[in-house]
């Protein structure tokens, strides 16, 4: 999709997310961008709204206030099969437990992602494939649920990079590795995404991560920040 690349990956304004009309905020996100091929983290304590950004900015929610736009599309002005195709073909997702479809192969659960792709049908085996080889899956019709909870993971990495999104956003993606498989998925992460030039949006509470990255911002909780500024809910 050369046309989203001449868009920052990744730009939010005035974002603030409320559960209900009369709560106050879980989550306040004044402003943010990120650029194409950019790697930033996020870090924030329990509560500060980090996996709530990530289903707002993947477009699985809505937000109550602001504006937020990936590859220059807001997801949110999409509706039905169009924002579902639009997820698929632009953002890619590492989540903390995985979210693998169990029963299915390794292959089969990136093949699945690739049915949103624009790369023909034919080749959708062999792509997986690649991807699964590049992140060192040699039994790749092995049944996922059989796999070791680090193998888990780099399925969970190829199926996010599967249709070269402009955008990966990573929920926690170590938080359920031990330290030296943590160390490894995450090597792999970051370096996929540098090979295919996807932007990455890594949440975490885990501040040794900081340094990996082009990037890192926190993210207060929302009482912190309306404390700040005095503002109301």
Do not use: W
């Amino acid at each position: 999709m050369p046309e989203l690349q001449d868009q920052p990956a990744l730009t939010i304004q005035g974002l603030r997310h409320r559960y209900a009309p009369n709560q106050p905020p879980s989550l306040i996100v004044p402003e943010l961008v990120l650029n194409t091929s950019e790697q930033m983290v996020l870090t924030g304590s329990s509560g500060s709204g980090k996996s709530t950004l990530l289903h707002l900015i993947a477009g699985l929610m809505d937000p109550s206030e602001g504006t937020i736009r990936v590859a220059g599309t807001c997801p949110q002005s999409l509706r039905g099969q169009a924002r579902d195709k639009f997820r698929g073909r632009t953002i890619g997702m590492v989540f903390q437990t995985h979210h693998l479809l169990m029963g299915f192969s390794a292959l089969e659960n990136v093949m699945a992602a690739l049915m949103f792709s624009d790369i023909p049908r034919g080749s959708h085996r062999a792509r997986a494939k690649s991807l699964l080889d590049t992140l060192g899956i040699a039994t790749p019709d092995q049944r996922v649920e059989r796999l070791s909870v680090g193998q888990q993971q780099r399925v969970a990495i190829a199926r996010a990079l599967a249709c070269d999104p402009v955008l990966v956003l990573a929920d926690e993606p170590t938080a359920s590795l031990d330290p030296e498989n943590a160390q490894a998925a995450l090597d792999l992460l970051q370096q996929a995404c540098r090979s295919s030039g996807s932007a990455l949006l890594c949440v975490t509470h885990d501040t040794r991560l900081i340094n990996r990255f082009d990037r890192n911002q926190h993210l207060p909780a929302p009482h912190e920040q309306l404390q700040e500024t005095g503002g109301g809910a």
